[in-house]
């Protein structure tokens, strides 16, 4: 992930949390049992818990530091790829991203580690009938100058240009339903009404004064019933939980699109099936034991 990413200081936040043994994937494990993900997203406290209490008055700073180490740009940061996720979305669309060209994206447990949601421009707006919305109307600058993106990170919650937002090398594309159209264009207000707040360093749902990414789609829109689970004492919300229970069938938020980049910087529709294999791939290849340690 990318220092602006939500989950770019779970680095920090995971040290900052303490806990006494190792946590389950909560709901999530009977959610996808029986399905091709039977299993997935287990263990994932992959540090030992005293290390929690060690760094805890450091959490910024540590999350801080990471995240600021960028070792590639993401597979998807070219005009190509985000193009073939600007083709895909449509207003109120929550992406689930995966940036392994960050060293903050190789230390968190899972494939994906970010939430943003696409806002829409302001064509699509006026479409849906939220571009006057009094929420909406202070930020219809930012929107015409490309801001089309909404995000929870280090800087708090705030707009982003595709070209920042879409640095990263995959994206599982989920769409939440609505009841109707005055139910969209109101979370479209309760989105935009959220910016300025600040970042929970802790991802700590249990709280709800600062938010991280995935905090942010769920006070926004809390009839999704987002997977939890208990992680390093607190409970939070697991990116691959989400995007492994969408990649079933066994989500409110339904897959739309799952684009995955590549090294030459093109970009390819991979769709629910490789999707399905990619996420089994990953904890296959780093399953972490209760005690803490990889298993070989």
């Known amino acids: 992930m990318r220092p602006r990413h939500s989950l770019t200081a779970l680095i920090a936040g995971l040290f900052a949390l303490g806990a006494c043994a190792p946590s389950g994937p909560g709901a999530t494990e009977q959610t996808l049992a029986g399905t091709a993900l039977d299993g997935c997203c287990r263990n994932a406290e992959f540090f030992p818990p005293p290390l ?67 806002v829409g421009s302001e064509a699509e707006l006026r479409r849906i009938g939220a571009w006057n919305d009094p929420r909406v109307v202070p930020h219809q600058a930012s929107i015409r100058a490309g801001a089309r993106f909404i995000e929870s990170d280090l800087k708090g919650v705030h707009l982003s240009t595709p070209d920042k937002a879409l640095d990263t090398d995959r994206a599982a594309i989920l769409r939440p339903p609505f009841a109707n159209a005055a139910a969209r264009r109101d979370a479209v207000g309760r ?106």
């Open 191 to 296: 989105y935009l009404g959220s910016l300025g707040a600040d970042f929970d360093f802790r991802f700590d749902s249990g709280t709800t004064d600062e938010l991280y990414c995935a905090e942010l789609v769920d006070q926004v829109l809390p009839g999704l019933n987002m997977p939890k689970r208990p992680l390093y004492g607190r409970v939070t919300i697991l990116p691959d939980d989400v995007v492994a229970e969408a990649a079933v069938g066994r989500a409110r938020l339904r897959l739309v699109n799952y684009i995955s980049g590549t090294p030459e910087g093109g970009a390819q529709s991979a769709g629910q099936a490789a999707l399905t294999a990619d996420l089994a791939g990953w904890w296959a290849a780093h399953q972490i034991a209760p005690t803490g340690q990889p298993e070989i």
């Open 52 to 118: 929690a209490y060690l760094a805890d008055p450091f959490a910024p700073a540590i999350g801080t530091l990471i995240g600021n180490i960028i070792l590639r740009p993401g597979y998807l940061a070219t005009d190509a790829g985000q193009q073939a996720v600007l083709d895909s979305v449509q207003p109120l669309d929550v992406l689930v991203l995966s940036s392994k060209g960050r060293l903050s994206g190789n230390m968190l447990p899972g494939l994906f580690g970010h939430f943003i949601v696409y």
